[in-house]
């Protein structure tokens, strides 16, 4: 984080001076209390002038409202480095999560999740943190200055006897922060990945307990929270090492200026200059010190820690320099036709194990399809038999435990998501539409759609009442105020609009009425270059496609209507448990 940190600075170099600046006035106010306190103890009431001791209580006292102006000149340039700091952050988790949903829409949703935790709780966590730090540091710093000045006025001996703790304590403060920075990231690092593979088998418990993998599922958890566990112990210990290191810094300074005394009195050190540094230590210095490393100890950690992931956010991935994605070969399926190129499937795997870990059962084993390109294809089942699975692995969402994916003649192992964006769409159940206008919502696989690409997405899939109710293309969307149907609308009009050839609905028309899902999966379908893969909830999705693929656990069955209504039993209760509810 250093490369970003130095450039940050230097651009408010102006309010870090500002802050210095105001911050002498904390410094001259330490330097003044020790100072008056000894010479009222040696120049008034031991003297015997109880009234030249008044004077420099007074002076000492009036030195306080000094405080005030300093704290206040303080803060406001405070803002000036904060603020700062939190616009960026916020930009950059912007940047990121445009960048990651573009190139994967997929994962929109879990992009989205993601942005907003960086937008809310850790840029919030930066800035506080950031905040705290300046502050804590900086006054630590000037009223060392300020201490150090006055005892090296009072008696240099006094030096001797109090910096040499102070900076042992520094330094095994300062020796805890990296490994104590590395267990904090461990232990977020570990709840991270908790919290996802949690929500990845919230999201997959029907096919777990379909297919009786429940307790493999827990045992990857179980190491999770293990290393969870492990990683809050090894903070516990650095903690305690920390509060070791604070005590000698704190405490030990204060405990050798008393057993020093005698020797400091035999040096000519003062009764005053005694209490003086007394009360250097005591009300300012070791104060100041105890703050600063418990902010640097708390704060600090997590401030190192949340700005490595935002930096970390950054370089991961095939993320690249800009929003928009990359096209391959010119343009896609619904700006005409493009070159001639060697035909492919495209849809090929063969040889397809796909389970949920080692040790379960496979949901397929040997599995092989072929789909030609323009084709039109179903896929059904019974509920949690593995359907979205499989149609994760063909968009190389979710590696096979064996064999090869193939997309128009492409592996889809080992691509980006950029490069995976641009050979297939997958629209889940829950279509996602995020604030901003509409013309966005529809670009959003392809953000230089002109207005005519738009035009024939809205037009084909008949979506002018609802753009009309919205306000037109350049009206924003409130995703709120839209039913689930809407958004699923809005959602296909996007597929069609991208220049993906391989588009694959999974039960991502399940809110649109039988008439309205007919005439999209027709229309997605007659898209030019079109391929189209539907994961059918509905007999009538499955009679629309030229070939419909039967997963029954055991194995699969592949053929028209007609021919597995006689060669497969599971297609049959299908479609009779399909005409019976209606």
């Not at 609802?466 to 839209?482: H, K, S």
Request: neutral net charge; proline residues 6%; contains cysteine.
């Amino acid at each position: 984080m250093t490369p970003h940190a130095r450039p940050f600075l230097w651009r408010h170099r102006g309010a870090l001076l500002g802050l210095g600046a105001w911050s002498l006035l904390e410094s001259a106010q330490t330097f003044l209390v020790g100072i008056c306190l000894a010479r009222a103890l040696d120049q008034g009431f031991l003297a015997g002038r109880t009234s030249v001791g008044l004077v420099w209580l007074a002076v000492a006292a009036g030195s306080v409202l000094l405080a005030g102006p300093a704290l206040r000149g303080v803060f406001r340039r405070l803002s000036g480095l904060v603020e700062p700091l939190r616009d960026g952050l916020v930009r950059r988790a912007v940047e990121q999560a445009l960048r990651r949903a573009v190139a994967d829409p997929a994962r929109a949703a879990e992009a989205e999740r993601a942005a907003v935790s960086r937008l809310t709780q850790q840029t919030e966590i930066a800035r506080d943190s950031f905040a705290g730090l300046v502050l804590t540091v900086r006054s630590f710093l000037f009223t060392a200055v300020g201490a150090f000045a006055g005892m090296l006025t009072l008696a240099p001996e006094l030096l001797l006897v109090v910096v040499p703790p102070m900076l042992l304590g520094l330094v095994l403060f300062l020796l805890t922060l990296v490994p104590m920075a590395a267990a904090q990231r461990r232990f977020l690092d570990a709840d991270e990945e908790f919290t996802d593979r949690a929500g990845a088998l919230r999201v997959g418990l029907r096919d777990l307990v379909a297919c009786g993998t429940t307790d493999a599922a827990v045992d990857g958890v179980r190491d999770l929270v293990e290393e969870a566990a492990a990683s809050t112990r090894s903070l516990a210990r650095w903690t305690a090492a920390r509060t070791l290191a604070l005590g000698v810094a704190g405490q030990l300074p204060v405990v050798l200026l008393l057993v020093a005394t005698p020797w400091l009195r035999d040096q000519g050190v003062t009764t005053g200059a005694l209490m003086g540094a007394l009360a250097y230590l005591v009300q300012s210095l070791l104060p100041a010190l105890q703050t600063m490393m418990t902010a640097l100890g708390a704060a600090g950690s997590r401030l190192v820690v949340v700005l490595d992931r935002f930096v970390s956010s950054e370089t991961d991935g095939a993320d690249g320099d800009g929003v928009r994605p990359a096209r391959a070969g010119g343009p896609g399926p619904c700006a005409g036709p493009g070159p001639a190129r060697e035909p492919a499937p495209a849809v090929w795997c063969r040889g397809l194990r796909v389970s949920y870990g080692a040790g379960t059962r496979p949901l397929v084993e040997g599995f092989g399809l072929t789909v030609e390109e323009g084709g039109h294809l179903a896929v059904v089942g019974p509920s949690g038999i593995g359907k979205s699975t499989l149609a994760h692995v063909l968009c190389g969402l979710h590696p096979p435990d064996e064999g090869a994916v193939r997309l128009a003649g492409r592996p889809v192992a080992g691509r980006s998501p950029r490069e995976l964006a641009r050979m297939r769409v997958l629209l889940p159940q829950q279509g996602y539409v995020f604030a901003g206008s509409v013309r966005e919502n529809l670009a959003q696989l392809d953000p230089g759609a002109d207005d005519d690409r738009l035009a024939r997405a809205v037009t084909a899939l008949r979506l002018e009442p609802l753009v009309d109710r919205l306000g037109g293309l350049e009206a924003e969307v409130d995703p709120g105020a839209l039913s689930a149907g809407e958004r699923q609308a809005l959602c296909l009009g996007r597929a069609y609009v991208s220049p993906a050839p391989l588009l694959i609905l999974d039960e991502s028309t399940c809110h649109l009425d039988p008439a309205a899902e007919e005439h999209a999966e027709k229309a997605l379908a007659d898209r030019p270059g079109t391929t189209l893969v539907v994961i059918a909830h509905r007999l009538s999705s499955a009679l629309r496609a030229d070939r419909i693929l039967v997963l029954d656990g055991a194995g699969t069955a592949f053929g028209t209507h007609e021919s597995l209504l006689r060669d497969s039993p599971l297609y049959r209760d299908l479609a009779g448990h399909w005409n019976a509810s209606g």
